[in-house]
């Protein structure tokens, strides 16, 4: 169990920096362009590009300008961004993270639970109307494309039937810490969370489904029935269980690349300062190191994630745990 | 026989008849099946593939949850008639009363729990078992059913033992709360030689160990002459002959039986 999780672990650096050299060569050692100008941004004075090229060691070779560069992200975290007037790169990340951590948490929970619910109660209930009903409505979640809901959803709650009682509790379009108020974060982010979940919400119940009918099938479920358990017993013990593995593992590949900044559409739609919102607006202005730092911290995530998931099915399936 | 099956036969099948609806028309599986057992006898139940053998079995287990499935007849356990039993009195009786064991060891236990999870969960679903009582007696049956080293074969999963084993604590499990009526549908077909003759043995001594009475589901021949007191032939649906296993065998009176023993290798 600890040898496995350790190689896994050893995997994960060696994956990290070849993502890190990669996002490095595309964006600093692209012949015929000069890093410099990319960096200081467009129409910068000789001596900001100067100081630029001293900073980031351009005249040097091409592996100490990697090292320098991963230097200031990771260990002295002074990158700053010169388009964005000297702003610090990392800090600005790591302002963006909780929030982005915060909605996709909270879209997850609501999206595994609904799934869960609704995958097993249409196996459950296999070929009758609920079922269908179900998976109807996991379609149509699968169909609505978010920033459309989300945008559909903000006209309801923030002006058409604002002043209803039904909404008028919703705050404006923002984001509140939840360090500075639990409830105004609740209130502010249980709506985005909602729209958030809803595709996934179509998209796991139905996976779910189709996983248990199959495993249904399997002989041990015949066996467990054949042990005078309950229904509800062989279904949840012995078949969600097994269909478990396959949910948890896309699980954490979805939930990481929501983090990573997967969530821009909703976070857009909402307001909400999070990675997303922040790549989207680095890649609107060129700003090269934040660039660089977003893709490299949604890199570390759904690399952390992958591991994660791995770790986790090795939890899950005695099977994976004897093969390594 | 003993006293308490004196009155009636531990197991009595009458006129089952088993159909299939398929596309509007009905489909006849089992017809007019009619047989009985006695405690501690091993009845044997040959026929060749498709003929219904493991659609009787898991109609007497009550599993057959097919839609458009017709079964009538009667079955009647200790006297009491089981089919169309409420589905909860009929889970009180299966596992517990009547259990069954499958052909294929390797897919018939849950793969992502313990054997001994598996077996403690029988245990505890149909008795109070505290967890340590049950895990207590689940060493003990796989002990009795010749697993070595039970203690720790209980904390492994299935796919970690031979296939041999695999049945044996699937035997284990089906014994656990000692049931009248073990069903057991090929039980060895899916083991090699070796084991098989093991498995088989250790299913003669089940009677005199446990008082278990089996209904031993099988297409092979060999099997029913070491096996089985008295066996069953089904010929498409339908019960060709029945006799003790010896007259059977002396005497084939139908000829699909003669030709099976025919069929048995030198
Ligand atoms: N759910 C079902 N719906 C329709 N037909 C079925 C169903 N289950 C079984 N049958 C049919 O019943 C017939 C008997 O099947 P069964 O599995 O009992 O055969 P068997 O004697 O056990 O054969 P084998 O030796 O191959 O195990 C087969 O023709 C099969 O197609
Ligand atoms: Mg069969």
Not at chain 1, 133 to 146: D, E, Q, T, Y
Not at chain 1, 268 to 290: E, H, I, K, M
């Amino acid at each position: 169990m600890i040898l496995p999780l350790l190689r896994r672990m050893g995997q994960t650096v060696f994956v990290l920096f070849g993502i890190s050299a990669l996002v490095f060569a595309v964006f600093f050692a692209t012949p015929g362009a000069d890093p410099t100008a990319r960096i200081a941004g467009r129409n910068a004075a000789p001596q900001t590009m100067e100081k630029v090229r001293k900073e980031y060691g351009f005249d040097r070779p091409l592996p100490v300008q990697y090292a320098i560069m991963m230097k200031k992200l990771f260990i002295t975290r002074d990158l700053a961004s010169y388009a964005n007037r000297g702003e610090l790169v990392v800090p600005e990340i790591m302002r963006a993270a909780p929030v982005t951590l915060s909605l996709v948490t909270g879209a997850a929970i609501i999206w595994v639970v609904l799934s869960i619910g609704m995958g097993v109660l249409a196996a459950a209930c296999k070929g009758s109307w609920i079922d269908r009903l179900l998976m109807m409505v996991g379609l149509i979640g699968i169909s609505i494309p978010v920033f459309w809901l989300g945008q559909v959803v903000n006209l309801i709650t923030q002006n058409r039937y604002h002043d209803t009682w039904l909404f008028s509790w919703v705050p404006g379009l923002g984001y509140v810490p939840f360090t500075q108020s639990p409830l105004a974060w609740f209130r502010a982010l249980v709506i985005p969370w909602c729209v958030l979940a809803v595709m996934f919400v179509g998209i796991y119940s139905r996976i779910l489904r189709a996983d248990l009918v199959a495993t249904m099938g399997e002989d041990f479920m015949r066996t467990a029935r054949a042990k005078g358990l309950s229904p509800s017993r062989v279904l949840l013990r012995h078949g969600l269980r097994t269909a478990l593995i396959t949910f948890v593992s896309l699980f954490g590949m979805d939930f990481a690349q929501l983090v990573g900044g997967g969530a821009l559409l909703t976070e857009v739609v909402f307001g909400l300062p999070g990675v997303g919102r922040l790549t989207y607006q680095a890649l609107n202005s060129l700003d090269l190191p934040l660039i660089m730092a977003t893709v490299m911290y949604s890199a570390v995530f759904v690399v952390l994630a992958n591991a994660v998931v791995d770790a986790a099915y090795l939890f899950l399936d005695p099977r994976v745990r004897d093969v390594h | 026989m003993s006293t308490d099956t004196h009155s009636h036969p531990l197991l009595d099948v009458r006129d089952l008849c088993i159909s299939f609806t398929s596309r509007g028309q009905s489909i006849p599986i089992v017809e007019n099946m009619s047989f009985s057992m006695a405690g501690r006898e091993i009845l044997g139940l040959v026929g060749e593939s498709g003929s219904g053998k493991s659609v009787t079995a898991m109609a007497l287990m009550g599993l057959i949850d097919a839609p458009g499935v017709t079964i009538t007849g009667s079955v009647r356990f200790k006297g009491q008639e089981i089919l169309g039993l409420p589905a909860r009195e009929f889970r009180a009786l299966r596992g517990r009363e009547i259990a069954m064991i499958f052909q294929d060891p390797m897919t018939a236990f849950t793969p992502v729990y313990t054997i001994g999870w598996q077996i403690d969960e029988q245990l505890r679903v149909h008795n109070k078992f505290s967890r340590k009582q049950a895990r207590t007696r689940t060493i003990e049956l796989l002990a009795e059913m010749g697993v070595p080293d039970p203690a720790n074969t209980a904390n492994r999963y299935p796919h970690q033992l031979s296939g041999g084993l695999r049945q044996r604590a699937m035997i284990a499990m089906a014994l656990s709360c000692n049931p009248s009526v073990l069903i057991a549908d090929e039980p060895t077909t899916a083991l090699d030689v070796t084991v098989q003759a093991q498995i088989l043995d250790l299913m003669r001594k089940l009677r005199t160990t446990h008082g278990s009475s089996i209904l031993l589901i099988t297409h092979d021949m060999g099997v029913v002459a070491e096996t089985c007191d008295r066996t069953l032939v089904l010929y498409s649906g339908r019960v060709a002959e029945e006799g003790t296993t010896q007259d059977l065998f002396a005497h084939p009176q139908h000829p699909y039986t003669a030709a099976l023993l025919a069929s048995i290798p030198p």
